[in-house]
């Protein structure tokens, strides 16, 4: 089983719509949990971190939920600029470690569709 | 946040050659990263670099293929020696900000080798 799993998609929606992306993680030690976001052939960026109570950030709601080990992200009023792919991104280190141990998901493709 | 430059930002190379890559970054960081990209794929993780000792490399990865060099608390690079067409990738740096623990990327370096 992979540390970190992701539907690789791709989903496609129409513009508008809402899409919801699960990720699922094994090592029941992760301590901090990440969405980042890749445009084609460009770097990953942050997209945003996940927060045990919940986190919003405008159109984008992550939640954590430790009891079945999945982190979810969900994109309101997807716009065409959401097109891209999504990482989910599971840090297993306790923080302040000299051996940080950052495990990234396969993606998840997005497309929006006019 | 972390603002990183990395170069060259693509190569086309020949079999048998060594090509450099270097990463600079705008701040002092104790972790940064080396990665992988394959077209399609999810990071891989190379090896972490600290400043002040050898890198630890992972799983599939040798310090004779891929030496790293980590002369201070803002720089390093990646060699990828005797290359192979198997090398042709994208190559990319990150670092690690704490406390948050958040990753930032080079905008990487896409290799190909002939």
């Known amino acids: 089983r992979k540390e970190v799993e992701q539907d690789p998609g791709p989903f496609n929606v129409p513009e508008g719509a809402t899409v919801a992306f699960n990720c699922t993680y094994s090592?029941?030690?992760?301590?901090?949990f990440f969405w980042y976001r890749q445009d084609c052939r460009k770097e990953p960026k942050l997209l945003m971190s996940?927060?045990?109570s919940g986190n919003e950030d405008g159109r984008f709601t992550a939640q954590l939920n430790r009891a079945s080990q999945y982190i979810s992200l969900l994109i309101r009023d997807s716009k065409l600029s959401d097109s891209a792919t999504y990482l989910c991104v599971v840090n297993l280190s306790p923080g302040y470690s000299s051996a940080s141990k950052i495990i990234f998901g396969s993606g998840t493709r997005l497309s929006i569709r006019p | 946040s972390a603002v990183i430059s990395q170069k060259p930002s693509r190569d086309i190379c020949q079999r048998g050659t060594s090509l450099t890559i270097q990463c600079q970054v705008d701040s002092q960081v104790t972790m940064m990263f080396w990665y992988r990209q394959q077209p399609g794929q999810s990071l891989t993780l190379i090896a972490t670099?600290?400043?002040?000792?050898?890198?630890?490399?992972e799983s599939g990865f040798v310090i004779d293929k891929f030496p790293i060099s980590r002369p201070n608390l803002t720089f390093s690079t990646l060699t990828v020696s005797n290359m192979s067409p198997e090398d042709s990738s994208i190559y990319l740096c990150?670092?690690?900000?704490?406390?948050?623990?958040?990753?930032?990327f080079g905008s990487g370096t896409q290799l190909s080798v002939l």
């Open positions: 090592n029941s030690a992760s301590q901090s």
């Open positions: 670099a600290n400043q002040g000792s050898e890198a630890t490399y």
């Open positions: 990150s670092v690690e900000v704490l406390p948050e623990e958040k990753l930032f």
């Open positions: 996940v927060y045990s």
